[in-house]
């Protein structure tokens, strides 16, 4: 065997013993996270304006500890959608289709799952979801937002029936009961059709 062919045989095998190192090492990047414990709750806040009432609700079919959010007072569409918590943008687009149901058209043709919707990442394992917005979210995908900062509208894209924000919160890979400033909500099993009434803390500097 010729020198040149050994020395081409020993490059071939470096070069497959470095990619599967690469190989373990960016699973493990992706998977190790994946398996640590949650961390804290984030302090989440409604995710609406400072001051504002609003009704959390649920009904039989809507999924445990899923979360319907609509004004105790004024009209619904077009009203703030704020981020819960700091955290970074992690999905921000369209989830199904749209439907045709606008401020023009309130009772126009239903679209499929979510419509416009964002999903932020807090860090820890904790995640908000945020569905049903009028127009593409305010975010993009990798922007980081604070606490209160608007993220999109409500509106009453995809599967709704009318106007209002479709929110959730989940540990790892579960959702979890939401908590709005430091307390549970009180919306759990969708076993029967329930609401509790907020008002929102989700305030910044010179809003309270």
Not at 32 to 51: I, S
Not at 141 to 151: C, L, T, Y
């Amino acid at each position: 065997m010729t020198t040149d062919r050994i020395a081409r045989r020993s490059t071939l095998r470096l070069v497959l013993v470095l990619a599967a190192v690469a190989a373990v090492v960016a699973v493990a990047v992706l998977v190790v996270p994946l398996l640590l414990p949650p961390g804290p709750r984030p302090h989440f806040q409604l995710p609406v304006a400072c001051g504002e009432r609003w009704r959390l609700g649920t009904y039989p079919g809507h999924d445990d500890y899923d979360v319907d959010l609509f004004p105790t007072a004024g009209d619904p569409w077009g009203r703030p959608v704020l981020a819960s918590a700091a955290g970074k943008v992690t999905v921000a687009g369209i989830n199904g289709s749209l439907g045709g149901r606008t401020p023009g058209n309130p009772t126009g043709p239903r679209g499929r799952g979510g419509g416009y919707w964002v999903k932020i990442d807090h860090g820890g394992r904790w995640e908000t979801q945020y569905l049903h917005l009028l127009e593409p979210p305010l975010v993009e995908v990798g922007q980081r937002v604070a606490q209160g900062e608007q993220i999109g509208r409500v509106g009453s894209t995809g599967n709704s029936g009318a106007p209002h924000l479709h929110y959730e919160q989940r540990r790892g890979w579960e959702k979890v009961e939401t908590w709005f400033d430091g307390a549970p909500s009180g919306v759990t099993t969708d076993d029967r059709e329930y609401s509790v009434t907020l008002t929102s803390n989700n305030c910044v500097d010179g809003e309270r």
